[in-house]
Structure formats: C-alpha cells, structure tokens
C-alpha cells in the first residue's frame, strides 16, 4: 500500500526487488539445466543407455537395435528384463565402423 491508501502492483518495472528476484531466479534456471545437462548417470563409473535413448541418439528403431544384439552387432548388458548398452561400447563399434569404412574407401 502506498501513502494514499492504494494498493501499489508490484511488477518488474516499477519495484528493485521484483527485478532482482527474477534475475535470481533465471540464474537458479540456467544453474540447474547445466546440472541436469552434465549429469550423466552410472554404474561403475559408466554410462549406459537405455534402447530408448540410443534410439534417439543413433536414429534407428528400437527393433533395429534389437535385431544389431541378435546380430551381435552391438554389445549390450541385460539387468533383469532392461537391456542397456554401455556408452564407451558403442563409441567404439561407431569407431571400429568408421575405421572400416575408411580402409573400404582408400583400397
């Protein structure tokens, strides 16, 4: 309230505090998708995908990372009944690939 008896509406351009709050709280924001971002969760100090994510990450279906295990194309761990593929085995299958690729290219 003001000194006339008004309620005064409090909005980023007319109050400080309004203004530092959402400036704190876009920091806060930014702080916590660069957390989430970094954050890559593990087992043995390893990061694994689910099917879903490597889907996404590779561009292929889910039934052609089922039908790559049953090739024996890529290497994976079952724990129960999730399957997950371990980021540093499929780095180096795409590597291996890329490699084979360029012998293929240069011969």
């Known amino acids: 309230m003001n000194d006339n008896g008004n309620i005064r509406l409090l909005t980023l351009e007319n109050d400080m505090?309004?203004?530092?709050?959402?400036s704190l709280l876009e920091d806060l924001s930014s702080r916590v998708e660069k957390i989430r971002d970094n954050n890559k969760p593990s087992l043995d100090a390893e990061r694994y995908y689910t099917d879903k994510e490597l889907a996404v990450k590779l561009k292929v279906s889910?039934?052609?990372l089922q039908d790559y295990r049953n090739n024996g194309i890529l290497p994976y761990t079952q724990v129960g009944r999730k399957i997950l593929y371990r980021a540093s085995d499929i780095e180096g299958v795409?590597?291996?690939g890329y490699k084979e690729a360029y012998r293929l290219k240069n011969t």
């Open 17 to 22: 505090r309004v203004r530092a709050f959402f």
């Open 62 to 64: 889910r039934r052609s």
């Open 94 to 96: 795409l590597m291996d």
